[in-house]
């Protein structure tokens, strides 16, 4: 199954790859699904490609060929909030509506969780839903929306009750057109481009209740929370193909000759270390295993020392504006989500001392 879904993913790569580059560069959405990407991670679209290690592959394989980081983000971004929130949790009326026309292109989903000044934390965020007859009530803030400026449904998280003095929450489906509904443009970080962000403003936005997706009493937990360490595991992907194609654009900086290529080499070397973890640590996803914590920061050690090392190298070098790009992007993403990332280090280095010794 592993190497069909490869195949499959490959195939549409090289379609991509086919597509002139400036038609690429002009309409990057467009490219992406003319080629055949929309359904890649889909319920429905083939079994070969029904997995997170599709997605995972797809977005690796965008990064290796261009360094486009927020190409890669965007696409990853969209698949994943459509395999998970709607396909793992949505009604079957829900996904049978849904899943087609976002696998042709015709839809685009993004996920509203975090609210301004609050981030994502659940004791600290506002937007409430209240249910009334058949219908629900949504008001409140959310920023930081992942493709959101090209999204036509959110998928917004919302307080639904208190019990115990602890909020409750529900995930509703509210489309870009539902009156009282705002979107606002946050300022765009020109090297993620074309991945963009958004806030929404929702003045008693009215849904019906079918609307809501999931019949769990609270979606913080079931879809919020795990959410984050799925996203932050597919990431390891964009960044073991940024390495691959860092490295090699730093050999095209390099003059040729033994200690050059010696360092090269051991570059080459850690960042297929880097890649062999990430998809240890996205199968699991898939497999039902257990995360292995250590793979991402892994990844991530790997991934800040092969950077510095390139950064010291070109500082001397003729370095290209894709290249100084590319760098910005990935120190901009490095710094997402820093603070729970540093907590999850702690907590893996405070686990040594509970190991016995022999």
Same mark, same amino acid.
């Given at each position: 199954?592993?190497?069909?879904?490869?195949?499959?993913?490959?195939?549409?790569?090289?379609? #991509?790859?086919?597509?002139?580059?400036?038609?690429?560069?002009?309409? =990057?959405?467009?490219?992406?699904?003319?080629?055949?990407?929309?359904?890649?991670?889909?319920?429905?679209?083939?079994?070969?490609?029904?997995?997170?290690?599709?997605?995972?592959?797809?977005?690796?394989?965008?990064?290796?060929?261009?360094?486009?980081?927020?190409?890669?983000?965007?696409?990853?971004?969209?698949?994943?909030?459509?395999?998970?929130?709607?396909?793992?949790?949505?009604?079957?009326?829900?996904?049978?509506?849904?899943?087609?026309?976002?696998?042709?292109?015709?839809? @685009?989903?993004?996920?509203?969780?975090?609210?301004?000044?609050?981030?994502?934390?659940?004791?600290?965020?506002?937007?409430?839903?209240?249910?009334?007859?058949?219908?629900?009530?949504?008001?409140?803030?959310?920023? @930081?929306?992942?493709?959101? =400026?090209?999204?036509?449904?959110?998928?917004?998280?919302?307080?639904?009750?208190?019990?115990?003095?602890?909020?409750?929450?529900?995930?509703?489906?509210?489309?870009?057109?539902?009156?009282?509904?705002?979107?606002?443009?946050?300022?765009?970080?020109?090297?993620?481009?074309?991945?963009?962000?958004?806030?929404?403003?929702?003045?008693?936005?009215?849904? =019906?209740?079918?609307?809501?997706?999931?019949?769990?009493?609270?979606?913080?937990?079931?879809?919020?929370?795990?959410?984050?360490?799925?996203?932050?595991?597919?990431?390891?992907?964009?960044?073991?193909?940024?390495?691959? #194609?860092?490295?090699?654009? $730093?050999?095209?900086?390099?003059?040729?000759?033994?200690?050059?290529?010696?360092?090269?080499?051991?570059?080459?070397?850690?960042?297929?270390?880097?890649?062999?973890?990430?998809?240890?640590?996205? $199968?699991?996803?898939?497999?039902?295993? =257990?995360?292995?914590?250590?793979?991402?920061?892994?990844?991530?050690?790997?991934?800040?020392?092969?950077?510095?090392?390139?950064?010291?190298?070109?500082?001397?070098?003729?370095?290209?504006?894709?290249?100084?790009?590319?760098?910005?992007?990935?120190?901009?993403?490095?710094?997402?989500?820093?603070?729970?990332?540093?907590?999850?280090?702690?907590?893996?280095?405070?686990?040594? #001392?509970?190991?016995?010794?022999?």
């Amino acid at each position: 199954m592993l190497q069909r879904t490869s195949e499959q993913v490959s195939q549409r790569i090289e379609r #991509w790859r086919a597509i002139d580059p400036a038609q690429r560069s002009r309409e =990057p959405f467009e490219a992406l699904g003319q080629a055949g990407l929309f359904d890649i991670g889909l319920p429905g679209g083939g079994a070969s490609l029904d997995s997170f290690a599709a997605i995972a592959q797809a977005e690796q394989a965008i990064v290796a060929a261009s360094g486009d980081l927020g190409l890669a983000t965007a696409f990853a971004g969209r698949q994943l909030i459509a395999r998970f929130f709607i396909g793992r949790f949505a009604s079957e009326a829900q996904r049978a509506d849904l899943l087609p026309r976002i696998a042709a292109g015709r839809c @685009w989903a993004a996920v509203a969780i975090s609210e301004p000044g609050a981030g994502a934390h659940p004791k600290h965020l506002q937007t409430k839903a209240e249910r009334r007859g058949d219908d629900v009530v949504i008001n409140g803030r959310k920023a @930081w929306i992942t493709n959101g =400026p090209v999204a036509d449904i959110f998928l917004v998280l919302a307080i639904t009750g208190l019990e115990g003095g602890r909020k409750r929450y529900g995930l509703f489906v509210v489309p870009r057109d539902t009156p009282g509904l705002t979107r606002t443009p946050m300022p765009s970080l020109d090297v993620l481009k074309p991945a963009s962000h958004c806030e929404l403003t929702l003045e008693n936005c009215t849904v =019906p209740a079918s609307a809501q997706i999931g019949d769990m009493l609270d979606a913080y937990p079931a879809m919020a929370l795990p959410f984050r360490d799925i996203e932050d595991t597919l990431g390891s992907a964009s960044t073991a193909g940024f390495l691959a #194609w860092l490295v090699r654009a $730093a050999a095209t900086h390099t003059e040729l000759n033994d200690d050059h290529a010696l360092r090269l080499g051991r570059l080459k070397g850690l960042a297929t270390l880097a890649a062999d973890s990430s998809r240890a640590a996205v $199968a699991a996803l898939d497999d039902g295993t =257990p995360p292995v914590p250590a793979r991402l920061i892994g990844v991530r050690a790997l991934a800040a020392g092969i950077v510095d090392d390139i950064r010291a190298h070109l500082a001397v070098a003729r370095a290209d504006e894709r290249v100084s790009r590319a760098l910005a992007a990935y120190n901009v993403l490095a710094n997402v989500a820093r603070e729970p990332r540093k907590q999850r280090q702690i907590s893996l280095g405070q686990s040594l #001392w509970s190991e016995p010794q022999a």
